[in-house]
């Protein structure tokens, strides 16, 4: 039984990127679109976006401190 493989670790970092560039993505779309003055549900939506991204990146680095 000493042979055993270690546990699988998760993709935690990959995920922490992922979600910090959705977050500078949503973040520049927002802008853009406020300063192109496109319809404010434009504006809206992509800043939306950009707080689902931010909340992900929050949980996923809480969850990565805690697996440490």
Do not use: H
Not at 45 to 68: H, I, M, P, S
Request: contains cysteine; aromatic residues 6%.
């Amino acid at each position: 039984m000493a042979n055993q493989p270690p546990p699988p670790r998760s993709a935690l970092t990959l995920r922490i990127v992922l979600a910090s560039f959705g977050l500078c993505l949503w973040i520049a779309a927002a802008i853009l679109a406020a300063v192109l003055e496109l319809p404010g549900g434009w504006v809206i939506a992509f800043g939306v976006l950009a707080a689902v991204a931010l909340v992900d990146l929050v949980v996923v680095a809480r969850r990565k401190l805690a697996e440490k």
